[in-house]
Each structure stands twice: as C-alpha cells, then as structure tokens.
C-alpha cells in the first residue's frame, strides 16, 4: 500500500511523508507556546517593576497591529511587531527605581541613564533565539523621524517601520496614561499632541493610520478604562 503524503508548498513542489508532516506541526506548535511563555513572562517582569500600564498597553497594542496590518507588513513583521509593542520597555528592569519613579525632570545624568533602556532591552531579547529580529525593532523605539532622537539618529525610514510603529503607540500610551505624581491626558490632547508631532517626532503615514480606527474608538475604550476623556489637563 502506497505510504500518503501531503503536499506543502503546492503543486509540484516538495511534499512531506504524514509523519513528517505532523512532527513539523507539532514542532511549529511547541515554538509558538515558547514564544508566548516568554512574552508572558517577561510581561510579568514589567508588572513586577510596576512598568505596565494595564488595558491601555493592551489595547494600544491591539491598535498597533491593526496599523502594522494596514499598512502591510509581512506575518513575520507583525509578530515581531506584536512583541515590540508589548516588550518594548522590558530594559527599564535595569534603571534604579529613584529614576524611574522621580516624580520630578530628571538631571541630565539620571536622563542620559533612562535613555539607555532600549539598549539594554535589546541586550536581552536578542539572546532568545526567535527574538533577535524584535530585539532590533525595541532598540530603535525612541529614534524620532527627523533623526534627534536615539540610541542611532536614525531618521525616516531608515527607523525599522516596527519601531515607527510602536514610538507612536508608546508615546499615547505615555500621554494617556496617569502615574502617581500626574494625571494623564484626556484622549482629545494627546491626539493633538500626536498631530502636532507627526512628521518630527513621528512618522506621519503611522500617526495618519493610527488615528484613523483609533480615534473612533476612544471614547468607549477609555470610557470603560475609567479614564478621563474630558477633564482639563
Ligand atoms: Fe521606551
């Protein structure tokens, strides 16, 4: 009897033997429960320091990849995308505490710390193998569009696009939010202030495509968050 065999790439192309076939499945299968052990995890580690910012992060991570979808990345991409956008600030484990809960401007020594998270963010992930390519995009999180911001200068598109993607996720979610020593903004501002930014600060076609679902959503979506929607600054 003629041993079956199911075809994977198409016709004519190569075909597995169904013992084969099924060990890669169960091979793609054990990858994936790794890759979001490891996403959970560390996502614990965020809690552990108080670095998470709740449903907002959710959500704004949901948002993210709707733009990384609309704007066409590969599956590949939107999976690094997801883990940047989740991931992006896990190098803070690293900043003391007095830092990172100063209510006050920080001194340019303590800033020029800070702003060394995403190198370090970049220094871990990069050793999980599977992660390498997300570790690139969470280190270049705080380039800025016209090249002032950092670790590179990298400017416009030379800013992997999942990096693009998240410094403007990251950067609402930040405006958003409220920490013990402020309050965070109504939606409304941080939209503009996104406007305002966009181009500069931001690539323009992410905060376009940001805003376009987004902004129609807002409203419930903080509104059910107990967030402030209206409330003066
Ligand atoms: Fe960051």
């Not at 202030?193 to 376009?208: H, I, M, Y």
Request: proline share 5%; net charge negative; with cysteine.
């Amino acid at each position: 009897m003629a041993e079956s065999r199911i075809p994977v790439l198409g016709e004519g192309a190569l075909s597995l033997r169904a013992p084969e076939f099924i060990r890669i499945k169960q091979l793609e299968e054990q990858t994936s429960a790794l890759r979001s052990s490891v996403i959970c995890a560390f996502n614990q580690l965020l809690d552990l320091k108080d670095l998470n910012t709740g449903v907002h992060s959710t959500r704004l991570a949901e948002w993210g990849m709707r733009v990384g979808q609309e704007l066409g990345l590969e599956e590949s991409a939107l999976q690094n995308l997801e883990v940047a956008a989740l991931l992006h600030d896990i190098g803070k484990v690293g900043i003391p505490d007095a830092i990172l809960r100063k209510p006050g401007k920080l001194e340019p020594e303590e800033y020029a710390l800070m702003k060394k998270h995403p190198e370090y963010g970049w220094a871990v992930l990069r050793m999980l193998p599977g992660f390498e390519r997300a570790a690139l995009d969470i280190l270049h999180h705080h380039e800025t569009f016209d090249g002032k911001g950092y670790p590179a200068g990298l400017k416009d598109t030379e800013i992997p696009v999942v990096s693009r993607i998240v410094c403007v996720i990251d950067a609402f979610d930040a405006m958003v939010s409220s920490r013990p020593y402020r309050k965070g903004l109504p939606h409304e501002e941080a939209v503009r202030r996104l406007k305002e930014a966009s181009g500069t600060q931001f690539d323009p076609v992410v905060v376009e495509c940001f805003l376009t679902f987004a902004q129609a959503e807002m409203a419930t979506v903080f509104a059910a968050a107990g967030t402030s929607v209206s409330s003066a600054l």
